[in-house]
C-alpha cells in the first residue's frame, strides 16, 4: 500500500495530515521498501553472472544437479533407461544366458560361452565404492583431439569426480594439458598399445569396447598368459601387457547399440561408432553433467594438420577405419546446441 500511495497526490496528502507517528512508519517502509529494491538488484546482478559464467565456459565448480544428465538425455534417447549394467557380469552367462538380440560389438548373443570363461576369470563388475557414493556425478570425456594441445586444461580436468580417457591417449608428459586422473579407460585391443602403468592410476578401471570375440579372447589370453593368436586384427595388438585383473571390465554392448541406433540414427548399425561417440553415451547415462574436452577433427580438407595432441598422424588415417566422423560430428554439435554436454575446448 505504502509503495502504491507515494505517486499518489491525494494519498499523500491524506497520510501527510496524520500525526508524525505514522510519518514515523511511513520512514520504516521507505526503508524496507530501499532493501527490497537493493535485494532485487543483487538477485538480478547474480542471475546474470550465473548466466554469463554458463554461457562463456562451463566451470567444473558449478553446482552438480543430480539427475541433470539424464532428464536432457531423455529427451533425445528414447527408452532411455539407467537401469542397465554398467560392466557385464558372471551371473548374466552362468546359469541363464542373457537373452541378447544383437551380436557383438551391440550385444552379446552368440559370446555367451566366452564371456562364461573370461568373466570367471575376472568376475569384477563393480563401479567404485567413491564414484558410487557421490551425490551427483560431474564427468569429462577426454577425447584424443590435437585442440588438447597448449591447453592448459589438465588442471581443470583433474577436478572432475569422473574423468574418462580414450584408447592409447597418454597422460605421461602432458600433465599440463590433459591432466593425470584417469577414472576409466575405454580401449580395444588395437588401441592399448599404452603404458597400462605409466598412463593410468593404480585404480583406473581398464573398460575393454568389445568389437569382436576375438577382443575378448585377447584379454583373457593375456590375464590367462595362454598361446597368443596374431591373426585376425587390424593391427597388432600389445603381446605383453602389465594389467592387474581387479581393473579390469567389459562395458556392457548396450552403450554401443544406443549409440549407433539413437545418437547416429544409422540404419542397420553401420557404420560403427568410434569410442569417443560410445563414450559420450555411455556418459549420458552414468554421469550427471557430462563435458568434453579434446573432440573434434580438423577440416576436412586439411591434410596436414595433426589429428592427436600426441602424435602427428592427420586425417588420411580415419579413411580406412569404418568410422564416419562427419557423422559423429554432426551429432556432437547437435548435443552441445541442446545443452545435454558441454564443451572445454572448441568443437
Ligand atoms: C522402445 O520400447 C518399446 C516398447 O518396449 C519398443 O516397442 C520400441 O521399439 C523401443 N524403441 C527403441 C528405439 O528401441
Ligand atoms: C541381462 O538380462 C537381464 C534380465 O533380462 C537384464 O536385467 C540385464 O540388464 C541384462 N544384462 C545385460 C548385461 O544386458
Ligand atoms: C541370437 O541370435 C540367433 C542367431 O542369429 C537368433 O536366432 C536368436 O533369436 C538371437 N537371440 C535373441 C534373444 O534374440
Ligand atoms: C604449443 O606451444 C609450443 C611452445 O610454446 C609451440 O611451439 C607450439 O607451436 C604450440 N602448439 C600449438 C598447437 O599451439
Ligand atoms: C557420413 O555421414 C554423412 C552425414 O550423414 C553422409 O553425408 C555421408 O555420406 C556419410 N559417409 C559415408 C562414407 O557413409
Ligand atoms: C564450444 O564450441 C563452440 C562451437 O561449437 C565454441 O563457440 C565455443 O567457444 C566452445 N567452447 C569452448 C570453451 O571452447
Keep these: 500500500m505504502a509503495a502504491l500511495c507515494f505517486n499518489n497526490e491525494i494519498c499523500h496528502r491524506g497520510y501527510y495530515s496524520q500525526t508524525t507517528k505514522m510519518k514515523g512508519k511511513q520512514g520504516w517502509k521507505a526503508i524496507a521498501f530501499f532493501f527490497v529494491v537493493m535485494f532485487c538488484f543483487g538477485m538480478c546482478w547474480f542471475l546474470h553472472m550465473e548466466y554469463y559464467m554458463q554461457r562463456s565456459y562451463p566451470s567444473v565448480h558449478k553446482i552438480c544437479i543430480p539427475g541433470d544428465a539424464a532428464s536432457k538425455a531423455e529427451i533425445l534417447i528414447s527408452n532411455y533407461s539407467r537401469d542397465h549394467p554398467v560392466f557385464l ?195 549420458l547415462h552414468f554421469c550427471d553433467t557430462v563435458h568434453i574436452a579434446g573432440f573434434g577433427y580438423p577440416a576436412l580438407t586439411n591434410k596436414k594438420q595433426p589429428i592427436h595432441y600426441y602424435e602427428k598422424v592427420t586425417l588420411k588415417s580415419m579413411a580406412v577405419s569404418g568410422h564416419n566422423i562427419t557423422l559423429e560430428a554432426q551429432a556432437i554439435k547437435s548435443l552441445l546446441q541442446q545443452r545435454i554436454i558441454s564443451n572445454l575446448t572448441y568443437f
Design 89 to 283: 557380469q558372471l551371473s548374466d552367462y552362468f546359469w541363464v544366458k542373457n537373452q541378447s538380440i544383437y551380436r557383438l560389438p551391440y550385444g552379446t548373443n552368440g559370446s555367451e560361452e566366452l564371456l562364461m570363461k573370461f568373466l570367471a576369470l575376472t568376475n569384477r563388475y563393480h563401479v567404485p565404492e567413491e564414484i558410487k557414493r557421490l551425490p551427483c556425478r560431474r564427468c569429462v570425456v577426454v577425447g584424443n583431439g590435437h585442440h588438447l594441445k597448449n591447453s592448459s586444461l589438465g588442471e581443470t580436468i583433474n577436478k572432475y569426480d569422473v574423468v574418462i580417457r580414450l584408447n592409447n591417449a597418454p597422460v605421461h608428459k602432458y600433465e599440463k594439458d590433459v591432466g593425470s586422473k584417469t577414472t576409466m579407460r575405454l580401449f580395444y585391443p588395437e588401441s592399448a598399445d599404452f603404458d597400462p602403468q605409466l598412463d593410468n592410476n593404480p585404480d583406473t578401471l581398464l573398460v575393454l569396447v568389445p568389437f569382436k570375440q576375438l577382443d575378448i579372447q585377447w584379454m583373457k589370453i593375456i590375464l590367462n598368459n595362454e598361446k597368443r593368436v596374431r591373426k585376425g586384427f587390424w593391427k597388432m595388438p600389445p603381446i605383453i601387457w602389465e594389467v592387474e585383473p581387479e581393473n579390469i571390465r567389459i562395458l556392457n554392448p548396450y552403450y554401443m547399440a544406443v549409440t549407433a541406433t539413437q545418437i547416429l540414427k544409422s540404419k542397420k548399425m553401420t557404420p560403427k561408432p568410434t569410442t569417443g561417440m560410445l563414450a559420450i553415451t555411455f556418459a
